[in-house]
Nanobody, 115 residues
Framework: QVQLVESGGGLVQAGGSLRLSCAASGSTISIDYIRWYRQAPGKQRKFVAQISRDGSTNYADSLKGRFTISRDNVENTVYLQVNSLKPEDTAVYYC?????????WGQGTQVTVSS
């Protein structure tokens, strides 16, 4: 089992930045990758970024350049740095860990960007 806790969301003005955190616990050695997703009000949850066990990363094409995923292996934490925030970035941001052939989800953290 893997448990995930997101933090770092909040209210920010357009053009600002946030760093979201995803702290993993439990069987972290079994995690193959961690992803960030986001879900805007009334819309489907969408993929944002992934960091794999080997450290490789990939991003949703539309978000490249503003979003950066990274990790701290000592703290078992994955970060999502989001710069130049736009009102359309307003969403609940979730992290998810792939392990044991399943996808484990956190509870999400709200990001609200005001214009």
């Amino acid at each position: 089992q893997v448990q995930l806790v997101e933090s770092g969301g909040g209210l920010v003005q357009a053009g600002g930045s946030l760093r979201l955190s995803c702290a993993a616990s439990g069987s972290t050695i079994s995690i193959d990758y961690i992803r960030w997703y986001r879900q805007a009000p009334g819309k489907q949850r969408k993929f944002v970024a992934q960091i794999s066990r080997d450290g490789s990363t990939n991003y949703a094409d539309s978000l490249k350049g503003r979003f950066t995923i990274s990790r701290d292996n000592v703290e078992n934490t994955v970060y999502l740095q989001v710069n130049s925030l736009k009102p359309e970035d307003t969403a609940v941001y979730y992290c998810a860990a792939g392990a044991f052939g399943s996808l484990y989800w956190g509870q999400g953290t709200q990001v609200t960007v005001s214009s």
